[in-house]
């Protein structure tokens, strides 16, 4: 059960950089505004982590986000199993 909600949480995390990463394709949007304030303080810590190692490609084509996305899906069920082991749920 624990680790169904961990993982639910996971998923939804990597829909918010999903659907982060599409909105920066669209160039009218005010980052200064709900609900783009909220989604932005979630997604961009763990994205700037990302974007410090792989700078922009020509300054503007920024892929560090695949490499997010990887890393995300790499440590989800790893870290659940790990978690599942250590406290026995």
């Known amino acids: 059960m624990i680790s169904r909600f961990i993982n639910q949480l996971f998923y939804f995390?990597?829909?918010?950089?999903?659907?982060?990463?599409?909105?920066?394709?669209?160039?009218n949007i005010d980052w200064d505004s709900q609900p783009f304030v909220f989604m932005?303080?979630?997604?961009d810590p763990f994205?700037?982590?990302f974007r410090g190692i792989i700078p922009p490609i020509g300054g503007m084509l920024d892929i560090s986000p695949i490499l997010a996305i990887l890393v995300l899906q790499l440590i989800v069920q790893p870290g659940i199993n790990l978690l599942l082991g250590i406290f026995g749920l």
């Open 40 to 43: 932005r303080s979630l997604t």
């Open 47 to 49: 994205l700037n982590v």
């Open 13 to 27: 995390y990597y829909l918010l950089l999903i659907i982060r990463i599409f909105l920066t394709w669209i160039p």
